[in-house]
């Protein structure tokens, strides 16, 4: 029942800013934890940012001081702003869930995908 949309991406260059955003359908508390998770064309997934519904983050130290994860509980949405890009952090950026499993527990993975949205810095 749950849904993930991302929008926010496209194109800019070297130093510049994005926000990113993702909008979750269903109840807030279905997920315990969130995140942005990227992938290049010649590389694997990398977690970007988490953050976990008590408002605690983390970020990959690639993008430490630069990107900025937050969640909107009010109206469901999931921001990523990203400033000073660099040409590294083109790819694919994919919103992401843990979502509680169905007796209520923590399953400690993402288990909740968007389509993700095209980020490119040139």
């Known amino acids: 029942h749950a849904q993930l949309v991302e929008s926010g991406g496209g194109s800019v260059q070297t130093g510049g800013s994005l926000r990113l955003t993702c909008t979750i359908s269903?109840?807030?508390?279905?997920?315990?934890?969130m995140g942005w998770v990227r992938q290049a064309p010649e590389k694997g997934r990398e977690g970007v940012a988490a953050?976990?519904?008590?408002?605690?983050?983390s970020y990959a130290d690639s993008v430490k001081g630069r990107f900025t994860i937050s969640f909107d509980n009010a109206e469901k949405i999931l921001f990523l702003q990203m400033d000073g890009l660099k040409p590294e952090d083109s790819g694919t950026y994919y919103c992401?869930?843990?979502?509680?499993?169905?007796?209520?527990?923590?399953?400690?993975?993402?288990?909740?995908w968007g389509q993700g949205t095209q980020v490119t810095v040139s």
């Open positions: 269903g109840h807030t508390f279905t997920y315990y934890c």
């Open positions: 992401a869930a843990e979502v509680l499993g169905a007796s209520g527990s923590r399953t400690f993975q993402y288990n909740s």
């Open positions: 953050i976990d519904r008590f408002g605690m983050t």
